[in-house]
């Protein structure tokens, strides 16, 4: 199946002179929910804002369901919906009309039935009388979604969706997001929260000063990070590490008094048991165990280092 | 063309301005009424009449022309700068949409609004002064014309805006002082010959002319010179918005 978005050698070079992005090369399969992860500044609003046509790009090509999003913007644009980062929305309109403003904008009858369904999806159905500057912010951000999605849109962008959005809003947002990606829309959510991206996506883009530098399945990333450290502080300090425990691969630091353990946290035997039962047997005396697992900041930064 | 789009615009904006009705409406009207009472019937009983019309039925189609202008710029002026403003203008760039349509749905909105307080304005002179209308084709053409174009020339400038102050810079600073100084209270005859072929170069004095001619058949000048002003202004207008948005100009990064 051809992708839903194809973005190939994209630059964007701002007129201040900053490259916000430097040759993006970029698939995203119908029907998948891809995460674009990135520092602040990486890059993931220009991108977004020109496959959307906000920003023009300087060079490269992007089409989207097969229309260039220059040469034929009409068609590429009625397949998108955009939810910006900020809350964008003109404060005296009723939901109702606002909602209604967007469906037109795209072109499309007014439909009074789907402007309903969609205003129940974002649980805003009992508001659609009340003028926007009467709403709370969770709410607000739940109108910029029905604007974005009023127009029956086949893929949705979600700008960090979630950022700045208490706990509670933030699992409803994931509810109405699941619920539209299995009634077959393709959505992109940039995020600065891995856990976001862990949670809600299939596929995983992280980028980095305007430069894509890993897509991945989430699954395999995911399985790439499941690592965890065991270290184990000894009674007296090793010169080194003893023959017997050789296959456990165990690095020795803090000056020969801790060793250090890593090993899968998915997989079956994760060996732990066997090491303890070694280290008494080669009669090595510890004082303290402790385990860490990396925080997924800590791999993401790695990421972005290029450690991983 | 998407003329949902264009009418949604529409739609929104005359929404808008039905919210602010008084603002709107009801404060020019009550100026220009002013203006009515104080040069209408205060000098209107010393100066009697110009060219055979009562001075205070004179001064009406400048009063309309001032009101079309400032409003015309400013409503769409502001229109478009609100939404720059405040961001919302994204919707419109990400939506399926051409530059075109865009500039239908804001200048048409802006138009008519201004047409409609030119007509209200109208009324109410009627209810103040003697008014006749020779021409009313003539006269609805000119007022439709002018609308469109100082609404075209208020996109502009909102879009050129930096700041809400510079949305009121042009119809302050610019098309009120040159509106009073091109004719509307006076005879461009009455004046010093020098001071004659300088008001000239004052682009409204033909607007104005124009306009009171479909009104009482007298003219600065011939009223086909004031048609073809308007339609140079609407071209020149025309030619602005096209550059605007062939460039993106302050709408895109
Ligand atoms: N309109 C603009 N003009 C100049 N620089 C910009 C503009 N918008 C964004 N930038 C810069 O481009 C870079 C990428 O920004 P952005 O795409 O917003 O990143 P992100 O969304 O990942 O935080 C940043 O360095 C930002 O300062
Ligand atoms: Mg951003």
Redo the contacts with the bound molecule.
């Keep these: 199946m051809p992708p839903i978005i194809s973005i190939a050698g994209l630059e964007k070079r701002?007129?201040?002179g900053?490259q916000?992005l430097k040759r993006v090369d970029l698939e995203i399969r119908k029907g998948e929910i891809f995460a674009l992860l990135?520092?602040?500044?990486?890059?993931?609003?220009?991108?977004i804002?020109i496959v959307c046509g906000i920003?023009t790009p300087s060079a490269g090509k992007v089409t989207v369901g097969g229309h260039d999003i220059q040469s034929d913007y009409r068609a590429a644009r009625s397949l998108v919906g955009l939810v910006p980062?900020e809350l964008l929305i003109t404060p005296f309109e009723t939901v109702w009309q606002t909602t209604r403003f967007s469906r037109g904008l795209f072109g499309k009858p007014g439909d009074a039935g789907y402007l309903e369904k969609v205003l129940k999806d974002v649980a805003l159905w009992d508001r659609r009388k009340s003028k926007i500057v009467t709403l709370s912010g969770g709410m607000k951000r739940r109108v910029m979604i029905a604007k974005a999605l009023v127009h029956e849109p086949q893929v949705l962008f979600l700008?960090?969706p979630t950022a700045g959005v208490d706990v509670e809003l933030r699992q409803e947002m994931w509810h109405v997001v699941r619920k539209l990606r299995d009634s077959g829309v393709t959505i992109i959510l940039?995020t600065h929260y891995i856990e976001e991206a862990e949670l809600m996506a299939d596929r995983v883009g992280v980028?980095n000063r305007?430069e894509i530098v890993l897509v991945e399945e989430k699954a395999v990333l995911m399985h790439k990070l499941g690592k965890k450290q065991l270290t184990v502080q000894l009674a007296q300090p090793l010169a080194e590490i003893p023959a017997r425990l050789a296959s456990y691969k165990l690095g020795l630091g803090h000056g020969g008094r801790e060793l250090v353990y890593t090993y899968d946290t998915q997989a079956e035997h994760t060996g732990i048991a066997g090491l303890l039962h070694d280290l008494a047997a080669a009669g090595v005396e510890f004082k303290d165990i402790q385990t860490t697992q990396s925080s997924l900041e800590e791999i993401f930064v790695d990421i972005i280092k290029g450690k991983r | 063309m998407n003329w949902r789009a264009i009418w949604s615009i529409y739609v929104f904006e005359m929404t808008r301005a039905g919210r602010t009705l008084i603002q709107s409406i009801v404060a020019p009207v009550i100026s220009t009424a002013l203006y009515f009472v104080v040069f209408g019937a205060a000098m209107g009983t010393r100066i009697a009449q110009i060219e055979g019309v009562h001075y205070g039925a004179f001064i009406v189609p400048g009063l309309i022309m001032l009101m079309l202008l400032t409003q015309s710029v400013t409503n769409a002026a502001f229109a478009i700068y609100f939404q720059k403003f405040i961001g919302t203008i994204y919707e419109l760039l990400s939506a399926p949409i051409s530059p075109f349509e865009i500039v239908v749905g804001y200048v048409g909105a802006a138009a008519t609004k201004s047409i409609i307080l030119g007509f209200v304005i109208l009324i109410t002179a009627f209810f103040f002064v003697p008014m006749r209308i020779d021409h009313p084709v003539w006269m609805l053409g000119f007022l439709i014309l002018t609308a469109i174009t100082f609404s075209l020339l208020g996109f502009i400038i909102g879009i050129w805006a930096g700041g809400f102050e510079q949305l009121q810079f042009v119809p302050m600073l610019v098309i009120t002082p040159l509106t009073f100084l091109g004719g509307t209270f006076y005879s461009i005859s009455v004046l010093p010959p020098a001071w004659q072929t300088v008001t000239l170069f004052n682009p409204l004095v033909y607007l104005i002319s124009g306009f009171r001619w479909s009104f009482f058949e007298i003219a600065d000048v011939h009223v086909g010179v004031s048609l073809g002003m308007t339609a140079l202004f609407l071209v020149a207008c025309l030619a602005g918005i096209w550059w605007i948005f062939r460039t993106g100009y302050r709408l895109k990064?």
């Design positions: 701002y007129a201040s900053l916000a990135g520092p602040n500044g990486a890059g993931k609003t220009t991108l804002n920003v980062q700008d960090e940039t980028i305007g | 990064t």
